[in-house]
């Protein structure tokens, strides 16, 4: 009888247990729906982070550490999806990786990340993000191939943010690889490749005029070309 009783006990403690974790979900998540609709980003963190502790899921994760990234808390997404690669990662998981070390500086590893997923689907974006970093590394070659590629897979319409400045801006990704075409035709050859590097700017330039990177790195090569006259 006082094992049955016991028994009677334990489970009633057991499904208030459930019934507690299961208010305790449903209570999370309507608070980190009501901070998505308030905009609260601290909020919708606290909110996936306790949701991810009762339910865990690779799913939760990458979210959370998507919201990371996207906050330019680039550590705290890395610490909440690792850094190692594997077959089973999600897209998303793979691109926040390569986001957040190559802001962290790990060019090597951000760029393990980035042709993982210019693999699965090359497109000028990927390309892009791929010649910045082969260029950053030293192999003009193949920052060379990517840029033809996007040279001649971009449209009009597709944009790239840009972070020299104290405000970030958007420019024309076209513009943008022909900023990189430039600067990998003057590093080939610093002397013979001048006028044609600046010739190579200034097409970014009509494509954009406020293109900043361009720019400066037109009035640096004009300056250059100065000093030597």
Do not use: C, W
Not at 25 to 34: A, L, V
Not at 133 to 150: C, S
Not at 179 to 186: D, N, R, V
């Amino acid at each position: 009888m006082k094992k049955l009783i016991l028994l009677v006990v334990v489970m009633s403690s057991l499904n208030v247990a459930a019934q507690t974790k299961t208010e305790l979900q449903k209570h999370f998540e309507k608070y980190y729906q009501q901070m998505k609709k308030q905009g609260d980003v601290q909020g919708v963190i606290n909110a996936m982070t306790h949701l991810d502790v009762m339910a865990p899921s690779q799913a939760r994760k990458d979210t959370l550490a998507y919201i990371y990234v996207s906050e330019g808390r680039n550590m705290e997404a890395l610490n909440t999806i690792g850094i190692e690669s594997s077959g089973t990662d999600s897209d998303l998981n793979t691109e926040i990786k390569a986001i957040a070390l190559n802001a962290l500086g790990e060019r090597a590893r951000a760029l393990e990340f980035y042709q993982k997923l210019y693999k699965k689907q090359a497109s000028p974006v990927l390309a892009y993000e791929i010649a910045d970093l082969l260029l950053q590394t030293g192999d003009i070659a193949g920052a060379q191939e990517k840029v033809e590629y996007g040279l001649a897979n971009v449209t009009d319409e597709m944009r790239r943010t840009f972070y020299e400045t104290q405000q970030p801006y958007q420019t024309s990704l076209r513009a943008g690889f022909l900023y990189l075409k430039a600067i990998l035709t003057y590093s080939e050859d610093k002397d013979a490749n001048q006028e044609v590097a600046i010739a190579t700017l200034n097409r970014a330039l009509a494509i954009d005029p406020n293109f900043n990177l361009a720019r400066i790195s037109k009035e640096a090569l004009l300056t250059r070309k100065k000093g030597e006259d």
